[in-house]
């Protein structure tokens, strides 16, 4: 989040976030700076994507291919508690 104003000028071809699982709160500030940063194709590794629920994996897919699960909302409504 530090430098999100710098590198979201920068155009990315590949965009790859090691240790993912910092961006699992959607409503974190890694979170939100990571979605502001514009790349053709993005990549999410982490060893621990899913640890206490599934709006984790939602928060990381958000990244990947926003709108993709929906909003988080109904993503919680149709899949965290069915």
């Given at each position: ?16 976030l ?57 993503f ?7």
């Amino acid at each position: 989040p530090k430098d999100l104003e710098r590198l979201a000028k920068q155009p990315l071809h590949v965009l790859v976030l090691d240790e993912a699982q910092y961006i699992k709160n959607p409503n974190s500030k890694a979170a939100q700076a990571a979605r502001e940063l514009n790349a053709r194709q993005r990549l999410c590794l982490s060893g621990t994507p899913l640890e206490n629920h599934l709006g984790e994996l939602w928060s990381q897919f958000h990244f990947l291919m926003p709108g993709w699960l929906g909003d988080s909302k109904s993503f919680n409504r149709d899949y965290r508690t069915p």
